[in-house]
DNA sequence: GTGTCAGCCGCAACTCGTTGCAATAGCAAA
DNA sequence: TTTGCTATTGCAACGAGTTGCGGCTGACAC
């Protein structure tokens, strides 16, 4: 009978990039553990970004054994694999962006506390500004921006 | 005789910000304490940047007994009265920027782990695009925006 | 000089994140 | 199925930063 739930290796292309996950960390020489498995599981359910914290809170529904070094051990991981991309939120508290798509970049006002996305375009104008001016390739998303957004000034 | 060390209280203009640090203190109707006397005077012979824990050592120089609450609270005191202001370096730590004069911005190269600065009219750029195109009014100094400089790319 | 009172200090406990180390357990080969 | 190597885990300890609380003390009034 046909097995409703093989992975990507079945010839066609991956559903999602999640589903290569296991294959690509064996790949490596490196390890499918059930602690993986958990964040991961975790992490497909989300989209967007997430703090640390709530992911260690997530996998400790789960598993309630998790501990929060295993958790960041295997965000590390999970960067170097371009599944997720760690930044820093206006607090300086870690922020992961799941499945970093698109340059982005994040803005937090300091007034109402709400955090707004830099476009594309907006961040290629300073992407741009800083390479023409100071020949710097920034990465945007890394950190969030302050300031006050137009409802907060004036 | 006409004393060597009197200070702005005279009539005439303070010498330094600093030296009107007591006096606006006690205005607001808070206290001079020694701990905060030994934080301003660390602060006083520093320019540019420190990070807090730079801070909490050298006041511990000075005074074996500073503890990190009380720097970290007049750290925040010190930054209501514009003396200081907080941002955070490429890793989310406690950044201070003593007597923040012009806006200005940071840059950490994550090839060669330097830092450099946005130029006053190079930060104009992106805080104008973020003005127009947004409604934002950003304050670039609050991050330290990560990349690569012109010696590690490409 | 003395008293009063609220602002401040230091402590202890906590959160978030990192690291070294001994023990466990994937996974591939036999 | 068993063996063996080593990646990974969990623990414990640490560094950075925050917070609540009881006691201390600066600053003002008398």
Not at 107 to 122: F, H
Request: with cysteine; aromatic share 4%.
């Amino acid at each position: 009978m046909p097995q409703p739930e093989t992975n990507a290796s079945a010839g066609e292309a991956a559903v999602s990039p999640w589903d290569g996950a296991a294959d690509r960390i064996r790949a490596g020489g490196l390890r499918w553990t059930p602690q993986r498995r958990t964040l991961v599981e975790v992490l497909r359910e989300r989209e967007g970004h997430v703090t640390a914290t709530e992911l260690i809170a997530r996998c400790r529904e789960r598993d309630q054994t998790t501990t929060p070094s295993t958790v960041y051990r295997t965000l590390d991981l999970l960067e170097d694999l371009g599944l997720v991309k760690h930044g820093h939120g206006h607090d300086g508290r870690e922020e992961y962006h799941i499945l970093p798509q698109q340059v982005h970049g994040h803005l937090y006002c300091v007034g109402c506390g709400m955090t707004w996305e830099i476009r594309p375009e907006t961040a290629a104008v300073i992407v741009d500004a800083l390479a023409s001016q100071l020949g710097f390739d920034v990465d945007l998303s890394h950190v969030t921006i302050s300031g006050r957004c137009a409802g907060c000034h004036g």
